[in-house]
């Protein structure tokens, strides 16, 4: 009898044990479900789509395109993205305030309208080199996601003369020097065009 | 040239007659080197009025390859005009290609023509060997697809030492047109993927007020270098009736 007591009482003891572990567990707030959006051909929204990814030796930026096929999109993705990352290395604002005030009637008929504008121009400017496409991911409507990087040593490089950087860059052979002595005439002259 | 002629059309094979076009897949498993070293090249003619034509071009073609292969330089400019009222209101882009054919006349002369075919489609397929170069591994070796689209159209393949870009074009109306236009367009993804240099101009316009508007403008020009690129894969998109072309590059500082 005192044995069948001593055996009620443990079972007792790890009902109630067991009861305290599964409330502590019933009292945790449950976690919010993650929302996955998914993409053309199944594959997950990344991260980087909405978030900013840092690192202490690149800079990265993503970029966006829709247009009539893939191909484009790519392209309009990747020069949105090289365009936030020349706006990252240089912008310059400039902001100017203007006021119109036209003061129109006779008498009580006058009437004062006076409007405020404020008009702003923003210029991102920068030569960059070494910037490569690091991730993709097309959403479900055919929109093209890029990420871009840049390494931050690059940076103070892009100030350099364009025609220096390409010399370096570029071990010479015959058909290299050929071929880049042509790019470098166009690119040039696309330039100047630029300029005009 | 003449005994190279000779020596490609002895003991050629033909597929179909060089009139009646189809556009089909067929033409493409013809230019598959996927079982030969990366020191095999193809070339394509497209239809001429003689046999002779299209070999003397499908040469042509893989003396070319061996030509872009060694250097292949590339720039593009692109224009945006977005207005905040109208949305997108251009995105033009000119692309360019430039290689050194100076010494076409030599690679044509070292070349060993291995086959010849005749194609409806393709005119003359000559697959050469440049007896200079080692006969190393392919960067990329197709899997084989039952009908369906290839694994790289979704996520590009990682090779180390190698970049890949993928291009595509609508069909033209010659075969061989179609293919050099989609290898061009893959050419410049890969530029726009790894961009070596690029200058990069925006403009950005804002009014607020009692009318508020926002105009930008941007002008994009960029240039790269492309060494040892190549044309790995191809496929032919009937549904769409377009033709995809994966590319590979030596990575800049990487030894193959």
Redesign the interface.
């Known amino acids: 009898m005192k044995k069948i007591l001593i055996a009620l009482v443990a079972l007792c003891m790890v009902f109630a044990l067991a009861g305290c572990a599964s409330t502590k567990k019933d009292a945790a707030p449950p976690k919010p479900a993650q929302k996955v959006i998914l993409g053309a051909?199944g594959i997950p929204q990344p991260d980087w789509v909405y978030k900013t990814v840092s690192s202490q030796d690149m800079h990265y930026e993503a970029g966006y395109g829709k247009?009539s096929?893939?191909?484009?999109s790519?392209?309009?993705a990747?020069?949105e993205a090289?365009?936030k990352?020349?706006?990252w290395v240089s912008t310059s604002v400039k902001e100017v305030v203007?006021t119109y005030v036209n003061d129109a009637g006779s008498g009580d008929d006058r009437q004062a309208m006076d409007?405020?504008?404020?008009?702003?121009?923003?210029?991102?400017?920068?030569?960059?080199?070494?910037?490569?496409?690091s991730e993709m991911w097309i959403d479900a409507d055919g929109g093209v996601w890029v990420l871009c990087s840049i390494p931050l040593a690059n940076i103070e490089k892009s100030f350099e003369p364009?025609a220096e950087?390409?010399a370096e860059?570029?071990v010479e052979?015959?058909?290299?020097a050929?071929?880049?002595a042509?790019?470098k005439e166009?690119?040039a002259n696309?330039?100047k065009s630029?300029d005009r | 040239m003449i005994g190279l002629l000779f020596l490609a059309l002895f003991g050629c094979s033909t597929t179909g007659g060089v009139s009646g076009m189809q556009r089909d897949e067929s033409a493409l498993t013809l230019l598959d080197l996927s079982n030969y070293p990366a020191n095999v090249y193809v070339g394509v003619s497209g239809p001429y009025s003689t046999k002779e034509r299209m070999v003397e071009k499908a040469i042509l073609a893989c003396a070319k390859s061996i030509l872009l292969e060694k250097a292949l330089a590339l720039d593009n400019t692109t224009v945006v005009q977005e207005n905040s009222a109208r949305g997108l209101l251009s995105f033009a882009q000119n692309e360019k290609a430039y290689y050194d054919d100076t010494s076409l006349k030599a690679v044509v002369d070292r070349l060993e023509v291995l086959s010849v075919h005749f194609d409806a489609e393709a005119g003359a397929v000559v697959v050469a060997r440049d007896p200079t170069q080692s006969p190393l591994q392919r960067s990329y070796k197709a899997s084989p697809r039952d009908g369906g689209k290839p694994g790289w159209l979704v996520s590009l393949p990682q090779v180390d030492g190698y970049r890949f870009g993928i291009g595509s074009s609508k069909a033209y109306s010659f075969f061989n047109d179609s293919l050099e236009a989609s290898d061009f367009s893959a050419a410049q993804n890969l530029l726009d993927l790894y961009t070596e240099h690029a200058f990069s101009k925006g403009l950005v316009n804002t009014r607020e007020g009692s009318v508020s508007s926002m105009d930008n403008v941007l002008y994009q020009a960029q240039r790269g270098l492309l060494e040892g690129f190549s044309i790995v894969d191809r496929y032919y998109d009937k549904t769409d009736t377009t033709y995809w072309s994966l590319a590979s590059i030596i990575e800049k500082g990487a030894t193959t």
Request: cysteine-free; proline content about 0%; glycine content about 2%.
């Open positions: 051909d247009m096929d893939k191909q484009i790519i392209k309009r990747t020069v090289k365009n990352i020349a706006a203007v409007a405020m504008e404020t008009i702003s121009q923003q210029v991102a400017e920068a030569t960059l080199s070494g910037v490569s496409t364009a950087a390409v860059a570029f052979s015959d058909a290299a050929a071929a880049n042509k790019m166009a690119f696309l330039l630029a």
